[in-house]
């Protein structure tokens, strides 16, 4: 079974400054996905940023960048000019890349963002 | 993309009772998954629907508590049988978007919060 951990029950950060949230996480597959979901308290779910396993090239969306290491199986995510608006629990996911796979979540992550 | 609409949003029941969510999206997919993220927790899968089989549950979770049914390719209803406060959690339905095994992404509606008294 696949397994995803996430480390860091709650991350602080000032505004415009940057952070990094980790992610581990274990599988035997080689070919999978991995994504980073926001939930505010508004409680839905938002896709943050994607990265399929078989491409190099760390994912980038706008602020947002990960930090790929698949031989390490580690899948970190950067925020970088950090805005109020980021304030939200932060889950990694991985999902195998058959069609029919739910996704695994880890624990997720509480992010403060402070004025 | 796909947008999910779920009813209800939230609802307060009494121990004993059970409780049907909806499911709606806005086009066709062939799997839709149930979660349940317990107050604090993380996203835990309770089920995957097929259109026109039985689903399937993942350990812990069984057909008699957790009845889920799917009529077809746009809906599906998941109840909470004869409810405890246990059971109190956010409830999300989830799909694939059109994009598929290509994307691999999942959309989620805006959960149902049940509260069990």
């Known amino acids: 079974a696949q397994t995803v951990t996430q480390s860091q029950p709650e991350m602080s950060v000032q505004e415009a400054e940057t952070v990094t949230l980790s992610c581990t996480y274990d599988t035997s597959e080689s070919d999978y996905y991995l994504f980073w979901y926001k939930q505010p308290p508004s409680r839905q779910m938002i896709l943050v940023i994607r990265?399929?396993?078989?491409?190099?090239q760390n994912a980038t969306e706008n602020r947002f960048s990960v930090n790929f290491q698949k031989a390490a199986k580690s899948f970190s995510l950067k925020i970088s000019d950090s805005q109020l608006g980021d304030a939200a629990m932060y889950f990694c996911a991985y999902r195998a890349s058959n069609s029919g796979y739910a996704l695994n979540f880890g624990k997720g992550t509480s992010l403060l963002v402070t004025p | 993309s796909a947008v999910i609409s779920q009813k209800p949003s939230r609802d307060i029941c009494q121990r004993g009772t059970s409780l049907t969510i909806q499911c709606q999206v806005d086009s066709q997919v062939t799997m839709m998954f149930w979660y349940r993220q317990q107050p604090g927790q993380s996203l835990t899968l309770i089920a995957t629907a097929n259109q026109g089989s039985e689903a399937t549950y993942e350990s812990g979770f069984v057909i008699d508590k957790f009845p889920i049914s799917r009529p077809n390719l746009t809906f599906s209803t998941l109840t909470v049988s004869n409810m405890s406060p246990e059971d109190s959690s956010i409830y999300l339905c989830?799909?694939?978007?059109?994009?598929?095994?290509?994307?691999?992404?999942?959309?989620f509606g805006e959960g149902s919060r049940l509260t069990v008294l």
């Open positions: 989830s799909v694939e978007g059109s994009g598929g095994a290509v994307t691999g992404e999942l959309f």
């Open positions: 990265q399929e396993a078989y491409k190099q």
